[in-house]
Structure formats: structure tokens, C-alpha cells
């Protein structure tokens, strides 16, 4: 089993950018399809993001393509969100999710996951 802590989070004006790290433990990353997800106020958990367990293989929702970028170190067992060029609607609590599954996109895919963190962005 293994366990996922998200950090990284915070404010930033639109069309800034922040990294988001998400640290695991009891389980080598290596092992899982990791993903990036995300929940605003008042609305469902959704997809933005996932990577294959070589790290070979990635896949973006539309709404993040060309500003997100997930990556995989395997040596600090910890997976990346590079997010640029912010803008407001991307405000939302951002949730690293891992799964024995090849790699998906949906939230019921996913076996395990962090407890979020906090992105706000302003306008």
C-alpha cells in the first residue's frame, strides 16, 4: 500500500505558475499509474492528469493541455504538476491518486490517494 502527500499549493495571480509535488511512501511509485486530479467548490472531482508507471505515456485533459505538465521522479519516489499559465477557473483543491490499473482517468480507477492541496488562483 502506499501513501500520498500532496504539497505545493497556494496563491497566484492568473497567468502565473506553480509546481505541485506529490511525496510517496510505503510503495515505490514505479509500481502505480499516478494521476492528477482536482475539485472546485460546489462541483465533482475531476480528471486533469495522468502518467504510466515507466513514466512513458501521459495524458491531459483539454481544459489543462499545453500548461500542465506531470512527470515522475522514481529516485525521490514523487510525482510532479507543473502548472503554467494559471487562470482562475484552474482554482481548486488539487489531489495526487495512485492505481495498480494502466494508467486511466477515472476517479473510481484510482486505488489511493492524497489529501489535497489548496490552488487559488486570482484574477
Known amino acids: 500500500q502506499v501513501q500520498l502527500v500532496e504539497s505545493g499549493g497556494g496563491l497566484v495571480q492568473a497567468g502565473g505558475s506553480l509546481r505541485l509535488s506529490c511525496a510517496a511512501s510505503?510503495?515505490?511509485?514505479?509500481?502505480?499509474?499516478m494521476g492528477w486530479f482536482r475539485q472546485a467548490p460546489g462541483k465533482e472531482r475531476e480528471f486533469v492528469t495522468s502518467?504510466?508507471?515507466?513514466?512513458?505515456?501521459?495524458i491531459y485533459a483539454d481544459s489543462v493541455k499545453g500548461r500542465f505538465t506531470i512527470s515522475k521522479d522514481n529516485a525521490k519516489n514523487t510525482v510532479y504538476l507543473q502548472m503554467n499559465s494559471l487562470k482562475p477557473e484552474d482554482t481548486a483543491v488539487y489531489y495526487c491518486?495512485?492505481?495498480?490499473?494502466?494508467?486511466?482517468?477515472?476517479?473510481?480507477?484510482?486505488?489511493?490517494w492524497g489529501q489535497g492541496t489548496q490552488v487559488t488562483v486570482s484574477s
Open positions: 491518486a495512485a492505481t495498480v490499473k494502466t494508467w486511466r482517468t477515472g476517479v473510481d480507477d484510482y486505488d489511493y
Open positions: 510505503g510503495r515505490t511509485v514505479s509500481s502505480y499509474a
Open positions: 502518467i504510466s508507471r515507466s513514466g512513458g505515456n501521459t
